[in-house]
């Protein structure tokens, strides 16, 4: 394709592999004119991040970009919206097939040093749709016009489109929905997010959760995911920005849970089901939802049951669904029950329904009716469907596989998909497909749900009860815990309660065909339900056992503020039980995650994390649990060495060893072992610090877990790096960063990227830059406030080292900020160093005071050989005369 100039930018279309999308992109750049360079600045003026080299590096591959690449890239050529996303689309219809997906930040010997992210196509949530949807056609025609039509001027709306289906439970607003969401599924080509309301306690679902779930569907990554509920409507805005995407809230409780998950403006579109009328959400239309007519009511019917005993029958089909009330969630039920019994004629059904008491409990408004249509369902289930049907009403969960069924009747799983298929077939269980991990997962409709649990409370003593909630919550628990040995994260001790966990015949095999990731990514939901149905029935050591299995999971996966959230649940109730190991366990974790990844920009972190690390070290030391105390003493020991007391800091590190040995606690000595290097690497004594990590790799390899065996790695490259082993730290670090990807582990995957960015720093690389600049990125998208410190400080010193002293100190003032409030004191003088120094070639008043700042610091620490450098520093800026002359002129 031939660059013109002065013409119509080139065009994507045609464009069938990724080699020739990058070759249309740089033809694309020549139409434009501008330089990289050039391209860079305009992306910046935008408030867009294209550094030149990103652009180079991207124009020169044949992979595909990344789709965030292709948007800026596109504007800072100046193309318009509606042409930027004619790009987009092409570059996601190749990504399908595309092998390799580059944003930039890669080395030049095309290894990614950005994480790596697939390539996301077009989100898909719908559920299946109805196959035997009947009638409705008014409705249909109203939501099909509405949701694919432009407004009558021809001009395309700017306003959002908002339906509302209103209606009674049971009526047919989620089949309405669904049916005319895959009907309109075309006009929609960015995809389709869906999602129940309502939780199976028929409590609303939080919208911020919902809003997690739809951007980790629109390609953010969880630990990108922002916090603050208000940042991630925010981004679900970006995200379905200029996109045609379709949104189906379904079972919607109130307008403030609904109007976070709004995108704001056409071309997208939102349909949305709900009991209520939802009048107060701005420019929404509704339609109210009646109950079929007699007509419709009967083809339905037709659909369920036997064509021929339907049309051979019609007086007693007429009235069947009158005595349905001709609700569509009892007519289903109804059809199914014939269709299971072909010998059976309408008019016997009829016949057991003709009771007047039955008949009024159908035509009851509301609850009741449903309750009574369940009942006819309910009673045709064999003794055994009938019972599991009660128990699995016990449970406050969305949905679950076969395995729960397994662990309430106490029988292989194959025998529990008997009987929970038979609850399909009966329509009181809603099957919804396949999970990562290859099981099918079934919910209850809410008001079967409801139904359910009735069931038991008349039907079931409650000691019975109680011992199947115990039997189910501890067959996750077992499965938890078989599942948690094999996922990387952090190796704590595996400390259980007194709870015990269901016996569980079959699950070791289970375990064995089931990847561990794969099941806590389908399981998650299901058991983050059940450690809070845990506590609010007061199981104290169910609820901090179950949580204590999800945490390295919840690690892996970035996942803090769930594990947050559940961490301090679990605790509150074991606090008010007076379980003190569950109480220290959760806090163990909640310590961890609120000490190394939080937003919070107040305070001193380390100090706070060392008056927590000392109060969990005496809880685990009165309840002379050796391998706790352990864990808590590593906390220690690391805040000890931010704060500068390496003494005390070697001796808890010593200390947390020797109980980690006495309890045969081998990941505690790989923890020990790795805060004694941190310890004595802050000493400098590189030596006895090379020493203790080398003991940590030993450690972990023989634990068989990936996250500290790429962290040992991780510290032994930092280490000869100081060295000044360059070759030997390079190629430990490579070996980590393997393994951190290999896993989708970001935390240690940033801290290597740091260490390799300082090593090309220090060997004069030219990708020092690039590699920076991606573990900032990577910083930020994880919320890594440590790794974001020391990535600005990197950064400042490349900028400084390049002549660019004004950029230096944007870097470095960012570094020492972020330092205060993380609280590592040999890091922050660092930065204040650095900073100082960028200060020379421009302000000699602030590189007087950063010196000083950074002396006081190195005095508390006890380096007296940086106290005096710092000294002769502060003295020459507070007389810049003889460093006028070699000042390079400010960037």
């Not at 650095?834 to 190195?858: E, I, M, P």
Request: with cysteine; hydrophobic share 45%; net charge negative.
């Amino acid at each position: 394709m031939e660059p013109d100039l002065y013409g119509s930018p080139p065009a994507p279309e045609g464009t069938a592999t990724p080699m020739e999308f990058v070759g249309a992109l740089r033809q694309l750049r020549l139409w434009s004119g501008l330089t990289y360079r050039q391209l860079a600045a305009k992306a910046a003026a935008s408030g867009d991040a294209l550094p030149f080299g990103t652009i180079a590096s991207v124009l020169s591959r044949t992979s595909l970009p990344r789709r965030e690449f292709v948007v800026t890239f596109t504007r800072a050529c100046g193309l318009d919206e509606a042409s930027i996303a004619r790009w987009v689309r092409e570059r996601n219809a190749l990504a399908v097939n595309a092998t390799q997906v580059v944003g930039g930040g890669a080395r030049d010997d095309g290894a990614d040093l950005a994480t790596a992210e697939p390539a996301w196509p077009s989100p898909a949530m719908l559920p299946p749709d109805i196959a035997d949807f009947t009638g409705r056609a008014a409705e249909v025609a109203a939501l099909t016009h509405r949701l694919t039509d432009e407004r009558n001027d021809g001009r395309a709306p700017t306003a959002l489109p908002v339906t509302t289906i209103a209606g009674m439970g049971g009526v047919g607003k989620t089949a309405l929905a669904t049916h005319v969401a895959h009907l309109v599924r075309a006009a929609y080509p960015d995809g389709q997010l869906w999602a129940n309301l309502t939780n199976a306690d028929a409590s609303p679902v939080d919208p911020a959760e919902v809003l997690a779930r739809f951007l980790r569907a629109l390609g953010m990554p969880y630990r990108a995911i922002p916090a603050c509920p208000a940042e991630r409507a925010e981004a679900y805005r970006t995200r379905t920005a200029n996109r045609r995407v379709l949104v189906v809230l379904d079972n919607a409780v109130s307008e403030g849970q609904v109007r976070p998950l709004l995108p704001g403006a056409a071309p997208c579109a939102v349909l949305i089901t709900s009991r209520a009328r939802m009048t107060a959400i701005e420019g929404s239309r509704r339609i109210d939802l009646d109950v079929l007519s007699a007509t419709e009511a009967v083809e339905f019917l037709v659909r369920l049951a036997d064509d021929e005993r339907v049309v051979g029958e019609p007086t007693a089909a007429a009235d069947l669904v009158k005595l349905c009330g001709y609700l569509p969630l009892a007519v289903r039920i109804a059809g199914a029950r014939l269709a299971a019994r072909p010998t059976w004629q309408l008019a016997h059904l009829v016949e057991q329904l003709d009771d007047e008491q039955r008949r009024l409990d159908w035509l009851v408004t509301g609850d009741l009716t449903v309750r009574a249509s369940l009942a006819i369902s309910y009673r045709g289930l064999t003794p055994e469907a009938q019972r599991l049907f009660r128990l699995l009403g016990l449970f406050d969960v969305p949905d679950f596989s076969a395995t729960l069924a397994a662990a309430v009747l106490g029988c292989p799983p194959e025998r529990a998909i008997e009987h929970t298929e038979a609850l399909v077939d009966a329509q009181l269980l809603v099957v919804d497909g396949l999970d990562v991990a290859g099981q099918t997962r079934y919910r209850f409709h809410d008001l079967t749900r409801l139904f359910a649990a009735r069931c038991a409370e008349l039907e079931v003593e409650p000691d019975e009860r109680a011992q199947a909630v115990q039997r189910g919550l501890g067959g996750w628990l077992a499965l938890a815990r078989r599942m948690a040995r094999w996922i990387p994260g952090p190796c704590y001790a595996p400390i259980s309660g007194r709870a015990p966990h269901t016996a569980l015949d079959w699950a070791d095999d289970y375990a064995e065909r089931v990847a561990a990731a794969d099941w806590f990514d389908a399981e998650c939901a299901a058991l983050q339900a059940g450690v809070r149905q845990a506590c609010r029935l007061g199981l104290d050591d169910l609820a901090f056992d179950l949580a204590g299995c999800l945490e390295k999971y919840f690690d892996l996966r970035g996942r803090y503020t769930e594990w947050t959230s559940l961490n301090t649940e679990a605790m509150a109730v074991c606090r008010v039980a007076g379980n003190r190991l569950g109480e220290a366990v959760m806090l163990r974790g909640l310590l961890d995650v609120t000490t190394w990844i939080t937003d919070d920009r107040d305070g001193d972190a380390m100090a706070r994390s060392s008056i927590q690390a000392r109060n969990l070290l005496e809880m685990f030391t009165a309840l002379g649990h050796d391998a706790g105390a352990s864990d808590a003493a590593v906390m220690y020991s690391w805040a000890l060495s931010a704060g500068g007391a390496y003494p005390e800091a070697t001796a808890m590190a010593t200390r947390a060893l020797s109980l980690a040995e006495r309890s045969d606690h081998l990941g505690g000595q790989a923890r020990s072992n790795l805060a004694l290097a941190m310890a004595y690497y802050e000493q400098q004594h590189v030596d006895l610090a090379i020493g203790h990590a080398l003991a940590a790799l030993e450690n972990a390899r023989a634990l068989g877990n990936m996250r500290w065996v790429a962290t040992g790695l991780q510290y032994l490259g930092i280490a000869y790096r100081q060295l000044g082993d360059h070759v030997t730290s390079e190629r430990m670090l490579d070996e980590s960063l393997a393994i951190s990807r290999a896993h989708r582990d970001h935390y240690p995957e940033v801290l290597t990227v740091l260490a390799l960015a300082r090593l090309y720093l220090e060997r004069g690389d030219g990708t020092a830059r690039e590699t920076a600049e991606t573990a900032l990125t990577l910083s930020r998208r994880y919320h890594m406030r440590h790794h974001l410190a020391e990535a600005y400080a990197v950064l400042g010193e490349i900028e400084l080292r390049d002549g660019r002293p004004a950029h230096a100190i944007r870097h470095l003032e960012a570094s020492v900020a972020i330092w205060r409030t993380r609280g590592w004191h040999s890091f922050q003088a660092a930065s204040l160093t650095t900073l100082g120094k960028a200060y020379l070639h421009v302000d000699a008043h602030a590189a007087h005071q950063a010196f000083v700042d950074a002396q006081a610091l190195y005095a508390q620490l006890g380096n007296t050989d940086k106290v005096a450098e710092l000294g002769l520093l502060a003295d020459s800026a507070a007389d810049p005369a003889e460093h006028r002359e070699r000042q390079p002129r400010p960037s």
